[in-house]
């Protein structure tokens, strides 16, 4: 029998998507790094995605109902701890990493050009969670590097190097 012992109740489920959400609101572009997101059904295919009320893209998402999620490969690890540690209250992001945006097809958000996968997301409800508020949403439109996509139109996942979690000091 293995031996057991009492662990931290936080942020238990690893492996977990670390993800990029861009969002937009009243003309103003943002960016959020979000580490709670997930499948959240297929038929319709939906995510749901956790975001603390405090941070800036909140009300953007509440009131736009829209967003989209850039996945996060190790390549863009600079760029997704710069737009975890500073808010779009005080900066553009998208400026201040040089990043270029790109128009979704479907809703009114941009999502990056640099991301090999990004979905297109319309809010379809809300629960807190406590610290969060968890935004369930049908995925409108996926954009794909072209290379990532299959004969059949699947995104072939193992082609990319996901973001890893690395253990703080």
């Not at 863009?76 to 779009?88: E, P, V, W």
């Not at 005080?90 to 400026?95: A, E, P, T």
Request: proline share 5%; charged share 25%.
């Amino acid at each position: 029998m293995r031996e057991k012992t009492s662990a931290v109740l936080s942020n238990s489920l690893r492996p977990r998507p670390d993800v990029l959400v861009t969002c937009r609101y009243q003309g103003k572009d943002n960016l959020l790094a979000v580490t709670c997101a997930a499948n959240a059904g297929y038929d319709p295919p939906m995510v749901i995605v956790g975001i603390v009320p405090s941070r800036y893209s909140y009300h953007m998402i509440k009131e736009s109902g829209v967003f989209a999620v850039n996945l996060v490969t190790e390549e863009m690890r600079d760029i997704y701890a710069f737009a975890g540690s500073k808010s779009g209250r005080d900066m553009d992001k998208f400026q201040a990493l040089s990043l270029t945006k790109r128009e979704c097809v479907k809703i009114d958000a941009p999502f990056l050009d640099i991301a090999p996968v990004a979905i297109e997301c319309k809010v379809t409800g809300s629960i807190r969670t406590g610290s969060h508020e968890m935004f369930a949403a049908t995925i409108e439109y996926v954009h794909a590097d072209k290379e990532l996509v299959d004969e059949k139109g699947f995104i072939r996942f193992s082609k990319l190097h996901f973001l890893t979690f690395k253990e703080l000091p």
